[in-house]
Antibody, heavy 118, light 109 residues
Framework: EVQLLESGGGLVQPGGSLRLSCAASGFTFSSYVMCWVRQAPGKGPECVSSITGDSIYTYYADSVKGRFTISRDNSKNTLFLEMNNLRVDDTAIYYC???????????WGQGTLVSVSS | EIVLTQSPGTLSLSPGERATLSCRASQSINNNYLAWYQQKPGQPPRLLIHGASSRATGIPDRFSGSGSGTDFTLTVSRLEPEDFAMYYCQHYGYSPLYTFGQGTKVEIK
């Protein structure tokens, strides 16, 4: 059974930093593109960053470019998102999602809440 | 930049009725890269349809997707109580790499 379990969210002040983790199990982690998808309260989802299985290619949405860094450790089946210089509008639930071969997100974690507030 | 516009914003229907949800792209897109998701409160999105018309694993056949070019449709043939939820379309493209629509809420009338 595919499982994705996020951790690392919390309350942080504007300008602060957080590191999110996503522990994956039930599939060959290194074979899949993984994405961090966030959803602000009452808004639609937004994929803010993705990474290929071999870590060669990464993608960042314009809204986070230069502030967030995605990485993965295939030996530990874990995905990471380093978030720096956080802003109030980064407040959201952050989901870890697997991108299937059909280019859609076929498995999602339950999410971790990031709140940025003074 | 591709923008996905979903309509209507809210659809008020009764169980057993047919739901027709629209997703319009700002420019023509590849059908292979259009997906639909269902999301219930407090849960992550669930993949329903990929490649515009292929049901994901375990999705009931009352859900169907169609369309091409700029106009795509998700149809729920007969609404079950558990189908009342938010629905999003999503595209895999170039810049941005992933785009979601703003969603359609299907609520009980």
């Amino acid at each position: 059974e595919v499982q994705l379990l996020e951790s690392g969210g919390g309350l942080v002040q504007p300008g602060g930093s957080l590191r999110l983790s996503c522990a994956a199990s039930g599939f060959t982690f290194s074979s899949y593109v993984m994405c961090w998808v966030r959803q602000a309260p009452g808004k639609g989802p937004e994929c803010v960053s993705s990474i290929t299985g071999d870590s060669i290619y990464t993608y960042y949405a314009d809204s986070v470019k230069g502030r967030f860094t995605i990485s993965r450790d295939n030996s530990k089946n874990t995905l990471f998102l380093e978030m720096n210089n956080l802003r109030v509008d980064d407040t959201a639930i952050y989901y870890c999602a697997r991108r299937g071969s059909n280019y859609a997100f076929d498995y999602w974690g339950q999410g971790t809440l990031v709140s940025v507030s003074s | 930049e591709i923008v996905l516009t979903q309509s209507p914003g809210t659809l008020s229907l009764s169980p057993g009725e047919r739901a027709t949800l629209s997703c319009r792209a700002s420019q023509s897109i590849n059908n292979n890269y259009l997906a639909w998701y269902q999301q219930k409160p407090g849960q992550p999105p669930r993949l329903l349809i990929h490649g515009a018309s292929s049901r994901a694993t375990g999705i009931p056949d009352r859900f169907s997707g169609s369309g091409s070019g700029t106009d795509f449709t998700l149809t729920v043939s007969r609404l079950e109580p558990e189908d009342f939820a938010m629905y999003y379309c999503q595209h895999y493209g170039y810049s941005p790499l992933y785009t979601f629509g703003q969603g359609t809420k299907v609520e009980i009338k």
